[in-house]
């Protein structure tokens, strides 16, 4: 179909894709054909049709990118998404392909070939260390029981909307942190979680089903503190919100009963790192450590759960369901130099340490001396 315009193009696709990716996905994919119509219309305007694409045209586009100074992951991204959409046009046969210089068709695969050319080499993406987070979940614990401790007795929580909201909150906060920490889920897919799904009989499971990132089919494991704290939350909300069937809600005064929104479970995480960074200076903690604190968001969670198992010997494929990687390789490359660090640091504490003085015969360390009737 020659006369298919390129905005329809770009919107049959992403319409198309609509049932088979996640709503981030498609939200980076929008973005990024976004950028591409943007420039085509301010840079080469009398170009309106998908088959007036050629190679010129298309790496003239990605020459643009690399000036914009996008880093060199972001503009893999871009590319790579403007490559999938020309593969979807040429599969469907809307579109012949895409001309060379020479005026020869070339296929999707050999427009990403010729504009990888053009884009920096990629190392392969590597886990980033996080900071000790096993006081994290401890924090709004004892947030809890601060509240607690200063309303003996106990309130009629119905006649007082700040507290109730406060008290609800923090069940919720600890929670939720416990859930990321239990589960090394993403925080997508821990906020999608139900009340269905996760109490299905009036009992948390230990266990719950969900569909994760590329339409893969995982459970996410809920430890006894996730679920001894999820059960307490749901007990306290549900003679407030009953009808709630989100897992983690609002509570007020925004989106009061829907589901928590990423933004305010990012904001959750970041207070309760915030205060571990705050404890752990105080302790005379170093400010790289500190900084590392500060930083941490709710996926920092997954990365401490994976690096924490491998470090007591976890296997990869075991890691792999886990984690709802597409296969043992992804997660064995993106975590390798986490053991490449368990190696080091093994080497430091057990290796025997060099003689700095030469010519002092010391023998093997604690090696026994050779009995003469000893024949082994």
């Known amino acids: 179909m020659d006369d298919l315009t390129i905005s329809q193009a770009l919107s049959n696709w992403l319409g198309d894709l609509a049932d088979t990716r996640s709503p981030e996905t498609l939200k980076s994919y929008d973005y990024a054909v976004r950028a591409f119509s943007t420039w085509l219309h301010t840079a080469q305007p009398q170009i309106k049709l998908a088959s007036q694409l050629d190679a010129t045209v298309l790496k003239a586009y990605v020459d643009y990118l690399i000036n914009r100074g996008l880093d060199d992951r972001t503009l893999h991204q871009y590319v790579g998404v403007l490559t999938r959409w020309l593969r979807s046009l040429i599969d469907a046969g809307e579109l012949a392909g895409v001309r060379n210089?020479?005026?020869k068709l070339m296929?999707?695969?050999?427009?990403?070939?010729?504009?990888?050319?053009?884009?920096?080499?990629?190392?392969?993406?590597?886990?980033?260390?996080?900071?000790?987070?096993?006081?994290?979940?401890?924090?709004?614990?004892?947030?809890?029981?601060?509240?607690?401790?200063?309303?003996?007795?106990?309130?009629?929580?119905?006649?007082?909307?700040?507290?109730?909201?406060?008290?609800?909150?923090?069940l919720r906060n600890r929670a939720l942190i416990a859930t990321l920490f239990s589960t090394g889920g993403r925080i997508n897919e821990v906020l999608s979680l139900t009340l269905r799904g996760v109490r299905p009989r009036g009992v948390v499971v230990d266990a719950v089903r969900i569909t994760g990132k590329g339409r893969k089919q995982r459970s996410l494991h809920l430890n006894q503190l996730a679920r001894s704290w999820i059960a307490d939350y749901l007990e306290v909300r549900a003679a407030f919100f009953p009808d709630a069937n989100a897992l983690f809600i609002s509570h007020g005064p925004r989106g009061k009963g829907q589901a928590l929104s990423d933004v305010s479970a990012w904001k959750i995480v970041k207070e309760a790192a915030e205060a571990l960074a705050d404890l752990r200076r105080t302790e005379g903690?170093?400010?790289?450590?500190?900084?590392?604190?500060?930083?941490?968001?709710?996926?920092?969670?997954?990365?401490?759960?994976?690096?924490?198992?491998?470090?007591?010997?976890?296997?990869?494929?075991?890691?792999?369901?886990?984690?709802?990687?597409?296969?043992?390789?992804v997660t064995e490359q993106y975590y390798a130099r986490l053991d490449d660090e368990r190696v080091l640091e093994i080497i430091d504490t057990f290796a025997p340490r060099p003689t700095l003085e030469f010519g002092t015969t010391t023998g093997r360390p604690n090696a026994p001396e050779k009995s003469s009737d000893d024949h082994t």
Do not use: C, W
Not at 148 to 162: E, M, N, S, V, W
Not at 293 to 317: C, I, N, T, W
């Open 101 to 103: 210089q020479r005026g």
């Open 107 to 170: 296929s999707a695969a050999g427009v990403r070939a010729m504009l990888a050319q053009q884009l920096p080499r990629l190392e392969p993406a590597v886990a980033p260390r996080v900071p000790n987070l096993q006081q994290l979940p401890a924090y709004y614990a004892q947030q809890l029981r601060a509240f607690l401790t200063a309303r003996p007795g106990y309130i009629a929580l119905h006649d007082k909307p700040a507290e109730l909201r406060m008290y609800l909150n923090l």
């Open 285 to 329: 903690a170093t400010e790289a450590e500190v900084q590392a604190l500060l930083a941490v968001s709710p996926h920092s969670l997954r990365h401490f759960l994976a690096q924490a198992m491998l470090d007591e010997g976890a296997d990869y494929k075991d890691l792999t369901a886990i984690l709802g990687h597409s296969s043992a390789v």
